[in-house]
């Protein structure tokens, strides 16, 4: 009974019911193979407008329900960032990219310590905890970010743990106000090529969305064109807007003209150390 065949199919452990009983499609999928007359998701009460416009070219016809253009909170920007949403290029540190300590356990290094580091700069503007999710596409990198908000801030009782650090796939049907998410991969693309894992990865956050990868890797990916297109029609750098606290008064359509560029990880745990310590 899982959603549409436009996310994610179970995951059936079984490689007999998997294989010959094509149990892993959902009863939706099964029926629109059959050619069932469907109708598809036509309203969407989640994300902001500027949000769902990385997912919704997926559906035949997708708008936002009334209250996305009405209610306070989707017309506020998010306090300490230009942008709403947000791809930030991750490249090497030290020379290392992805890794993969034991087979298909990927990990990525400067992707974990950036994440973790604009979490902990969300935290210092007085974000609430329970508002952010840190999402990845990988188990190999959701324990190494763990490992590295354990290390940072965890038992920091001014930052302590995001609500979630989980996978794309464990993340379906969940939702939070702010998601980060760490797309690990700088050899090839993944998992991820999956257009339905990428529809689910982008259709989490409500107000804002924060994507830390190889930009030129997926911007090149044939099947994510249409959303990664989008995302690089925006700086990859991290833009901030400085001197603001959770929530923001700032509307989300003002003009800012001074903000700070962030080049990389190392560059962004500098500047939260700094703003810890005034």
């Known amino acids: 009974m899982i959603g549409d065949h436009h996310q994610l199919p179970p995951v059936i ?8 009983s094509n149990m892993e499609q959902s009863l939706f999928t099964r029926l629109v193979r059959l050619g069932v ?6 309203g969407q009460g989640r994300a902001r407008s500027s949000i769902c416009t990385l997912y919704k070219w997926r559906y035949k016809t997708l708008d936002d329900l ?3 253009l009405n209610n306070e909170e989707y017309k506020r920007a998010n306090a300490g960032f230009l942008h709403d949403y947000q791809l930030i290029n991750v490249e090497d540190f030290k020379g290392v990219g992805e890794s993969e300590p034991s087979p298909f356990f990927y990990q990525n290094l400067a992707e974990a310590e950036y994440i973790v580091a604009v979490y902990m700069y969300m935290r210092l503007l007085g974000y609430s905890n329970e508002k952010i999710s840190i ?3 990988y188990n190999g990198q959701k324990h190494l970010i763990r490992d590295v908000v354990k290390m940072r801030c965890g038992s920091n009782p001014l ?15 969940q939702q939070n106000d702010f998601i980060l998410i760490s797309l690990v991969k700088t050899k090839a693309v993944g998992h991820i090529r999956d257009v339905r894992r990428l529809v689910v990865a982008m259709s989490r956050a409500r107000l804002g969305l924060y994507v830390f990868g190889r930009a ?7 099947e994510l064109q249409h959303t990664f297109n989008l995302l ?6 991290l833009q901030l807007v400085e001197n603001e606290t959770y929530p923001a008064n700032r509307p989300i359509s003002e003009n800012v003209k001074n903000f700070k560029n962030i080049s990389n990880m190392t560059e962004m ?5 700094k703003i810890y310590l005034k």
Request: charged share 20%; hydrophobic share 30%; aromatic share 14%.
């Open 269 to 273: 745990a500098e500047y939260v150390s």
């Open 66 to 68: 009334s209250h996305i």
């Open 13 to 20: 452990k079984n490689m007999a019911f998997q294989k010959f």
């Open 37 to 42: 007359p469907t109708v598809d998701l036509d």
């Open 135 to 137: 999402l990845t596409t």
């Open 159 to 173: 930052i302590g743990w995001p609500h979630k650090i989980t996978t794309v796939d464990k993340y379906q049907g």
């Open 216 to 222: 030129r890797l997926f911007k090149n990916c044939f």
């Open 232 to 237: 690089t029609s925006r700086p990859t750098t």
